[in-house]
């Protein structure tokens, strides 16, 4: 019986998590740097040493359905492979028991798997699907995740047990280039702990600085600016950080030589544009607050800068009087005052010189880079958030990176049969520059 079952899948009521004992079946393995010790029934102790993905196929009304088991702890001495019910019924599936049998439906209540009871066990008819080579993850670590940590609570609840989202696969470094030069312990933290969609790191995770010439050339010490505050609003838009950045000192091919930011306080959503003249704020700030209330359905309340002339200029203070938006005016000299929009500049300028290093884009570029650098900003992992995006917070939607690329790689265009003739090539050289 013991060998059989070494094959076999059993429905466990009692485990927190799915477990199995075959390292084969795992298409996607993460080691655990520290073995997890799991306590058995007579109180002896076996070790799980891997987590990972499980490829399948459930039996249901004689049909086959494919299907991924997620999140699966690998135990080299298990004697079997179990089903964790309360892990199956967090990811939204649903297990019924009635006699003699055990169905499992699906998110959308598809019946996925019917199994029957053979002595005291639940025997689930699931066959693995074994891929050509198994992949092994970049990413050890430490521990095994806690409940939820590795498939986060919001992703989308299908992938529970049928795979339905694009993946997008590449190397550390690749990711760190596509993420603006991110520090590579937050790339990994975006697979770690499930925090986007369609990201899959293949090959090595270690990246030391002097392997990315782009970083060593854009980046460099400065001093600490404060980058939070000793308390914080409990609303989106109550609080909003505003700085207009000195004059660049290449114009861009857009013709602007200035940019200004508004950070959100509670997301740390930062949102920018692109200035001609510093007398263009007021238009800009106007725009940009109709926008922002419209989109979250609540009321600027308190803006911060500094005191710079474009900030206490009539038409802004009028304005900002009329709408019922208190001005903290930051004292002269003092920019730590205003940390988490001097810090975010900064921020942003180091990825903007890095990606156009990287690029070998003229400075001209500044500005597209600097567009980019915001989106990639709003999609990763920031100290001040547990867990969660700024863009998953301002909108509670989770961010998608799976068709993100790395800035200024060559793309090729398609020219439509309308605009060339018959003897003309069918595309176009070009740079990616970001998204419209």
């Known amino acids: 019986m013991q060998g059989d079952l070494q094959r076999q899948w059993i429905v466990d009521s009692g485990t927190s998590r799915t477990m199995c004992s075959n390292r084969e079946w795992f298409t996607h393995f993460t080691p655990l740097l520290t073995p997890v010790k799991i306590v058995l029934g007579d109180n002896s102790s076996i070790q799980g040493t891997g987590v990972g993905r499980i490829a399948v196929e459930m ?36 297990v019924r028991f009635a006699k003699g049998g055990c169905q499992i439906h699906d998110q959308r209540g598809v019946l996925t798997c019917e199994g029957s009871l053979c002595g005291n066990l639940y025997i689930m008819p699931i066959r693995v699907i074994l891929a050509e080579s198994a992949r092994m993850a970049v990413a050890q670590v430490d521990a095994f995740p806690t409940d939820g940590e590795e498939l986060a609570p919001h992703t989308d609840a299908a992938t529970a047990l ?41 090959g090595s995770s270690s990246l030391t600085p002097h392997h990315c010439d782009a970083c060593l050339k854009g980046k460099q010490m400065h001093a600490e600016i404060q980058k939070s505050m000793d308390s914080r609003t409990a609303e989106i838009l109550g609080h909003v950080f505003s700085d207009i950045c000195r004059k660049l000192p290449t114009c861009s091919h857009t013709s602007f030589e200035y940019f200004i930011t508004w950070i959100d306080n509670v997301s740390r959503k930062v949102f920018m544009t692109g200035l ?42 009028v304005y900002l009087k009329e709408k019922g938006i208190q001005h903290e005016i930051t004292m002269p000299d003092t920019p730590q005052h205003n940390g988490v929009a001097k810090c975010m500049n900064h921020t942003l300028l180091d990825k903007v010189w890095s990606m156009l290093q990287d690029a070998s884009l003229p400075e001209s570029y500044w500005y597209d880079a600097l567009e980019y650098a915001a989106l990639l900003h709003n999609i990763m992992p920031t100290r001040t958030l547990d867990g969660v995006t700024p863009k998953e ?43 419209v």
């Not at 004697?79 to 309360?86: A, F, I």
């Open 393 to 435: 917070t301002w909108s509670s939607n989770k961010p998608d990176v799976s068709r993100l690329c790395v800035f200024g790689l060559q793309a090729f265009v398609h020219v439509p049969d309308k605009q060339r003739s018959k003897l003309a090539a069918k595309s176009l050289t070009c740079t990616f520059l970001g998204y």
């Open 162 to 202: 049928v795979a339905h989202s694009a993946m997008s696969k590449a190397n550390v470094h690749t990711w760190h280039c596509q993420l603006g030069h991110r520090h590579v312990n937050a790339v990994l933290n975006m697979v770690r702990k499930g925090m986007v969609k369609g990201m899959e790191i293949v």
């Open 59 to 94: 039996k249901a009304k004689g049909q086959w359905n494919r299907a991924v088991l997620q999140d699966v702890l690998y135990i080299p001495e298990l004697h079997g492979n179990l089903l964790s019910v309360s892990q199956l019924a967090c990811h939204a599936a649903n």
């Open 276 to 317: 001609h003249e510093k007398s263009d704020v007021a238009m800009h700030l106007k725009t940009f607050v109709a926008w922002a209330e419209l989109e979250t359905g609540k009321y600027l309340k308190i803006l911060r800068s500094d005191g710079g002339g474009e900030y206490i200029a009539g038409a802004v203070q």
